[in-house]
């Protein structure tokens, strides 16, 4: 109940405008469901919803009603009310079907908590109205907060080198070029060309890394980034863009690899040369990186070096150095 | 409750090591609270997660008990009840505070189901025993499958050009910051520069855009990035990482605005040497791309051509043009 897309949903609201809940992305949504426009309950939610309007659209978040009623039955609740946030009619149950909370031939009192990205992260069910507002007002105050917060999988990744040999799924693969190929580009030229090898050709690529990388000779894939110079913007003062576009997608890959708990390391020791002619990529495109792929391995395999990184804190130059607030950072 | 980081602890687990919850990351937690070690319910309870070992580590979960018995009594429950997974001693109780599920001089049976980045996703208070390890299953499951499905923040980032005037926070700029300072470089080199453009200087910058870029006008603050070639790996076969690392940098800055609610959009379309002046970039870095940060704004204010960009699908090449298995796309 709390891991579905709950968005994709188009709805009638009470003034007969057709609704994607799919709009409202990039808000954090209260998706609450009531039984029936006018009754006492179902009234005192939608007013104290109402009443933390203010407060809740100060963290960007919205409250959405949906009921079985119709829209014009809606419509009057709203007037009535004087309710001014969105209330969406589901007289064929099938919102409230999708989120599990359809009874008999009408729904039961539920509230969703949905953040900017449309991730159910919150789920009431069989709420009892008072206080109720108040405590889905908290809970979008927690996770607004905690969104200011660095994104957990940036905060977790990091380019570990213990991997191990077991396979991963030709899906799960996909999806991390998939993730990639989601990139902004200049001019959204997506100069990103990937190669994945596996299998003989893996062995191939890896005849081409340098002993230093003897750590990924266990690895099950390798995704080779390549692209072409002049297939992207080239503009003055030196600013190329299809390595920087190319950088940008790897960054998707790689969070996308550790959301799904791989390892994805890109690295630069290789031969370019015998890398390239293994995968048939042109020779006029750059091989910019090899992203090495595999689920987590057992550090204790890797180098007394390698290892006390693997396990060391993560080495930053400090914020200062890279930073400059209205000038350039003197570092 | 259901949005802490949950790691930072350290506890006595049942041999008397040492362990920092952090030791789990990578992996599902299934952190569970219990009274105390051999009671029935804590039995049964115990026995019901062993059972589920199997299934529970082929999706990548661990479960882990904590109560606040001493490490002893906790190494003699799991000898006599063959427990093979991992015990901790909450003896002072400060890890059930933390999750708020201390009570009177013990615990509440509660259990929180924590995602691979550590981020509590569920959370079970109050439990009942029976049918609880596999409802907790059943979570995990759903879990873990939603996590093999696109991250959402990659999946609704769009390179939006409404964008309102309202300023943004020095606190919020900075974690933008500390987001792309997180990305792998070269050989660990980091050679990004970030100049945060604000106020007056935030003019000056304004004044170097062209008339295409009007968009870009009420932004509250612009991110300019800049790096030097000779800062970052230079390797044979044209491989300049310093664009490249940047463009890993950028992307993970962007997965963190759009978890901010924020937009941030990337653009080329400048004159580098006037922004170069106004920011105090020096002449030899390269001043990739400015990165344009705000509050979402109104469509209505694009010009027809942008608006019907920004409120459309996303364009992509189909897949096949830009994914090869084990040689180049034809594309």
Redesign the interface.
């Known amino acids: 109940m709390?891991?579905?897309?709950g968005l994709d949903f188009v709805r009638e609201d009470k003034d007969g405008r057709s609704v994607n809940l799919r709009e409202f992305?990039?808000?954090y949504v209260v998706l609450y469901f009531f039984p029936k426009a006018g009754t006492p309950g179902c009234t005192k939610e939608a007013r104290d919803f109402q009443q933390y309007l203010p407060e809740l659209s100060a963290l960007?978040a919205i409250p959405v009603g949906v009921s079985p009623d119709g829209p014009e039955a809606l419509r009057r609740f709203a007037e009535k009310e004087g309710l001014t946030f969105p209330l969406l009619s589901d007289s064929d149950l099938s919102l409230a079907r999708a989120y599990g909370v359809a009874k008999d031939k009408g729904v039961q009192r539920a509230t969703f908590l949905l953040?900017?990205?449309?991730?159910v992260?919150?789920a009431w069910s069989k709420v009892k109205v008072p206080g109720h507002a108040q405590e889905v007002f908290e809970?979008v105050r927690?996770?607004h907060?905690?969104?200011?917060?660095?994104?957990?999988?940036?905060?977790?990744?990091r380019?570990k080198r213990a991997i191990s040999s077991e396979p991963v799924p030709q899906?799960?693969l996909?999806?991390l070029?998939?993730?990639a190929?989601?990139?902004?580009s200049?001019?959204?030229n997506?100069p990103?060309?990937?190669?994945?090898?596996?299998?003989e050709?893996?062995e191939r690529v890896k005849k081409a890394l340098p002993g230093g990388n003897y750590w990924a000779l266990p690895a099950p894939a390798i995704v080779a980034v390549?692209a072409h110079?002049e297939q992207d913007?080239r503009?003055?003062?030196?600013?190329?863009?299809f390595?920087?576009?190319?950088?940008?997608?790897?960054?998707?890959l790689?969070?996308?690899a550790?959301?799904?708990?791989l390892v994805a390391?890109?690295i630069?020791g290789y031969d370019?040369?015998a890398v390239?002619e293994a995968?048939?990529?042109?020779k006029d495109y750059?091989?910019?990186?090899l992203v090495v792929i595999g689920r987590?391995g057992d550090p204790e395999k890797l180098s007394e070096k390698h290892r006390a990184i693997e396990l060391g804190p993560?080495?930053?130059?400090p914020?200062s150095t890279?930073?400059?607030?209205?000038?350039?950072?003197e570092?």
């Open positions: 709390l891991f579905r897309f992305l990039g808000r960007d953040d900017r990205a449309g991730v992260r919150y809970a927690k996770l907060e905690t969104d200011s917060f660095l994104n957990p999988l940036i905060f977790v990744r380019a899906e799960i996909t999806r070029i998939e993730a190929h989601l990139a902004p200049c001019f959204n997506q990103w060309r990937f190669v994945v090898a596996q299998g050709v893996l390549a110079p913007c503009l003055s003062d030196n600013r190329d863009y390595l920087f576009d190319c950088g940008m997608a790897v960054g998707f790689m969070i996308q550790t959301q799904m708990g390391h890109p630069a370019p040369i390239k995968l048939g990529i042109p750059v091989l910019i990186t987590p993560r080495e930053r130059k914020l890279v930073l400059g607030w209205n000038r350039f950072p570092g």
